[in-house]
Antibody, heavy 115, light 111 residues
Framework: QVQLVQSGAEVKKPGSSVKVSCKASGGTFSTYTISWVRQAPGQGLEWMGKIIPMFGTTDYAQKFQGRVTITTDESTSTAYMELRSLRSEDTAFYYC????????WGQGTLVTVSS | DVVMTQSPLSLPVTLGQPASISCRSSQSLVYSDGNTYLNWFQQRPGQSPRRLIYKVSNRDSGAPDRFSGSGSGTDFTLKISRVEAEDVGVYYCMLGTHPYTFGQGTKLEIK
């Protein structure tokens, strides 16, 4: 049974960067897409981008182009999402999800951006 | 971009009664391969989203059989045959192809 475990909560200053990890266990890592989705407090879900680990190919939402980078480390079955130039509006839970149909999801990582 | 519109946004339901959530897309979701990539997710309070239904009507193995999905083209529906207390949460439809747009969410509560 595949499980995704994410890194812990982060508090960042405006203008800085954050890098969140998502470690997969219990299944094949390379052939399944990993997507990143965020959810501001009390708000809905917003897709940010995805990567296919085997090929390293990425696809980003237009809104985050140039500010987000998604990478993987196949040796540790871990995906990473780095978001730069953080602002207060980036305060949110960030989730990873596996596969084209988004199953399963990680437990979420709260990123708080505050001066 | 495709816009996904859910209704209602709030859904009070009596235990044991049925519930229905509508999801409409601004354009047809039939993909070039002939499939329709429309997924439904449940997010219980304080939890990560969990997939319930994929490709319109395929229920996940872990989803109770009281959940069903239907629809085609631009109109889709998630139905719960008899609501139970554990069904409380927010339900989202999602376009299963780029740009993976989510609906606004429908909050189901017990009346």
């Amino acid at each position: 049974q595949v499980q995704l475990v994410q890194s812990g909560a982060e508090v960042k200053k405006p203008g800085s960067s954050v890098k969140v990890s998502c470690k997969a266990s219990g299944g094949t890592f390379s052939t399944y897409t990993i997507s990143w989705v965020r959810q501001a407090p009390g708000q809905g879900l917003e897709w940010m981008g995805k990567i296919i680990p085997m090929f390293g190919t990425t696809d980003y939402a237009q809104k985050f182009q140039g500010r987000v980078t998604i990478t993987t480390d196949e040796s540790t079955s871990t995906a990473y999402m780095e978001l730069r130039s953080l602002r207060s509006e980036d305060t949110a839970f960030y989730y990873c999800a596996r596969g084209a149909t988004f199953d399963p999801w990680g437990q979420g990582t709260l990123v708080t951006v505050s001066s | 971009d495709v816009v996904m519109t859910q209704s209602p946004l709030s859904l009070p339901v009596t235990l044991g009664q049925p519930a229905s959530i509508s999801c409409r897309s601004s354009q047809s979701l039939v993909y070039s391969d002939g499939n329709t990539y429309l997924n439904w997710f449940q997010q219980r309070p304080g939890q990560s989203p969990r997939r319930l239904i994929y490709k319109v009507s395929n229920r996940d193995s872990g989803a109770p059989d009281r959940f069903s999905g239907s629809g085609s083209g631009t109109d889709f529906t998630l139905k719960i045959s008899r609501v139970e207390a554990e069904d409380v949460g927010v339900y989202y439809c999602m376009l299963g192809t780029h740009p993976y747009t989510f609906g606004q969410g429908t909050k189901l509560e017990i009346k």
